[in-house]
C-alpha cells in the first residue's frame, strides 16, 4: 500500500507564476519507498490567469472555487484528498531538497507527534536569502510553548505556519485554516498547539519568498482594528481548546 502526502496550495493570479519554482522543489524531493505526493493547488477564485501555470503532471490537481482567502482555498481543497499527512507550500515559496522526508520521519517515528515545522530563510528579490534570530531547538515542541512564545513576543510565533507538516485527521479535526482574513495559519497553528505536542527542525525547510505582490506585505495585513481582532480571536480560540482537556491522540 501507497502513503501519500497531500501538498496544498491555496493560489491567486498574482501569485500564479511562481507556481513552476514551487513545482521544481516538489520534484526535487526524495520519499521513502512505497510514499507519494499529490498536489492540489485550489485558486481563491475563478479567474483564467492561474490554469496556464498549472504544471502538466498526473501528480498534480489544479481546483477553483469562491475567493474567500488562502484560508477557505485551502480548507476546501481538502475535499479532494486522500493520505495521511498534508503539506502546505504556498503558490510562492519553495521546498528545499529533503524538507519532505524529514517532516514524514519525525511523525512516523512518533503517533504522539501531531505536526511539525521547520526553519524558514526570507528568499529575497535579487535571489539571497536572509535567516531569523531566535529558532527554537530542534526536536518536540510541547503543548502551549507555541502560544505563550507567541504572546511574550508581540504575536509573533516561535516557528512558522508555512512550513506547516500535519497529521490530515487532526487537521480535520481542529476545522482547518481559521475563517480570517488573514493570520488563519497562525490561527492553526496555536488550535495544534493547544491539542498536541508537535517538531520543530532546524535544517532549513522553505524558502520564504519576499515580493511586493505578497499578500503579508500590504498594508491592510498590519492595520491596528483589524489586527488586533485577528490576535484576539486566535488567542481565545487556543484557550478555549486547551481548557477543554482534549488531547491528541485522544
Given at each position: 500500500m501507497t502513503g501519500r502526502i497531500i501538498i496544498v496550495t491555496a493560489v491567486h493570479a498574482p501569485s500564479a507564476g511562481f507556481l513552476g519554482d514551487a513545482y521544481k522543489s516538489l520534484c526535487a524531493q526524495e520519499l521513502p519507498a512505497g510514499w507519494e505526493w499529490q498536489w492540489v493547488i485550489q485558486e481563491d477564485g475563478t479567474t483564467d490567469r492561474v490554469r496556464p501555470y498549472v504544471p502538466d503532471d498526473a501528480r498534480v490537481t489544479f481546483r477553483q472555487g469562491r475567493a474567500g482567502g488562502p484560508g477557505v482555498a485551502r480548507t476546501i481543497a481538502l475535499a479532494h484528498t486522500r493520505g495521511a499527512y498534508v503539506k502546505v507550500l504556498d503558490a510562492d515559496d519553495q521546498l528545499t531538497e529533503g524538507a519532505l522526508a524529514r517532516d514524514l520521519a519525525v511523525l512516523e517515528a512518533d503517533p504522539a507527534i501531531g505536526w511539525a515545522t521547520s526553519r524558514v530563510l526570507d528568499l529575497l528579490p535579487d535571489g539571497s536569502t536572509a535567516g531569523f534570530p531566535g529558532d527554537p531547538d530542534e526536536g518536540p515542541i510541547e503543548r502551549g510553548?507555541?502560544?505563550?512564545?507567541?504572546?511574550?513576543?508581540?504575536?509573533?510565533?516561535p516557528v512558522h505556519p508555512a512550513t506547516l507538516f500535519v497529521r490530515r485527521d487532526l487537521l480535520l479535526a481542529l476545522g482547518g485554516w481559521m475563517a480570517l482574513p488573514a493570520s488563519e495559519d497562525t490561527g492553526l497553528l496555536l488550535a495544534l498547539d493547544a491539542v498536541s505536542r508537535g517538531w520543530f527542525s532546524r535544517e532549513t525547510g522553505l524558502l520564504y519568498r519576499k515580493w511586493e505582490g505578497q499578500v503579508t506585505g500590504q498594508a491592510a495585513h498590519t492595520a491596528t482594528a483589524e489586527r488586533e481582532a485577528r490576535m484576539a480571536v486566535v488567542e481565545e480560540r487556543a484557550r478555549a481548546l486547551a481548557a477543554l482537556g482534549w488531547r491528541y491522540p485522544a
Open positions: 510553548t507555541v502560544l505563550d512564545a507567541w504572546k511574550a513576543n508581540g504575536f509573533l510565533a
